[in-house]
T-cell receptor, first 112, second 119 residues
């Protein structure tokens, strides 16, 4: 059974810092890994999608990497801003079908 | 191109009533997924549908919950005889037709969610 874990559960950093969020999954047979952002009381915004054949994806200040063999992904946020404060969710689609299996999320707070 | 739409955004029901949650996928998307986020818990998969077809309902509670995605109109998640434990945020996501190769499942786009409160 696929399980997704995110560390840390919460993170507080001063504005301008570079930071790394971690995601691990127990079954390396995945098709996609997606990183999302969720603001309090809101829906999910897709940030980056990495297909199983890819090693990383970049969008602006965000870079996500994928190491299938070790069951790990990282989301790197460069030059963090207060507007980056949100919960970041990692999710995988396994070979069991099209459903996303989510981690518990990392709650990020960027202080001005 | 409008995103995934869900309505209502907030729904209040008394115990024993029925709740109907609607989801209109993005234009051109024929796959719909429902997820539930219980308070202080992560997002959990409930059901995966295509038009007129349930593909995977492994996350649906066995009783009181049902889902459909008719040929015309939105997808509906129906909860009969609601209980307080059903209070949660229910999210719908959609993705386009699965493109070849079949192993590359497409990105899912989420709606704003329906927050159900059961009194």
């Amino acid at each position: 059974k696929q399980e997704v874990t995110q560390i840390p559960a919460a993170l507080s950093v001063p504005e301008g810092e570079n930071l790394v969020l971690n995601c691990s999954f127990t079954d390396s047979a995945i098709y996609n890994l997606q990183w999302f952002r969720q603001d309090p009381g809101k829906g999910l915004t897709s940030l980056l999608l990495i297909q199983s054949s890819q090693r990383e994806q970049t969008s602006g200040r965000l870079n996500a990497s994928l190491d299938k063999s070790s069951g790990r992904s990282t989301l790197y946020i460069a030059a963090s801003q207060p507007g980056d404060s949100a919960t970041y969710l990692c999710a995988v689609i396994s070979n069991q079908g099209g459903k996303l299996i989510f981690g518990q999320g990392t709650e990020l707070s960027v202080k001005p | 191109n409008a995103g995934v739409m869900q309505n209502p955004r907030h729904l209040v029901r008394r115990r024993g009533q029925e709740a109907r949650l609607r989801c209109s996928p993005m234009k051109g998307h024929s796959h719909v997924y429902w997820y539930r986020q219980l308070p202080e818990e992560g997002l959990k998969f409930m059901v995966y549908l295509q038009k007129e077809n349930i593909i995977d309902e492994s996350g649906m509670p066995k009783e009181r919950f049902s889902a459909e995605f008719p040929k015309e109109g939105p997808s509906i998640l129906r909860i009969q005889q609601v209980v307080r434990g059903d209070s949660a945020a229910y999210f719908c996501a959609s993705s386009p037709v699965i493109s070849a190769p079949a192993s590359s499942y497409n990105e899912q786009f989420f709606g704003p969610g329906t927050r159900l409160t059961v009194l």
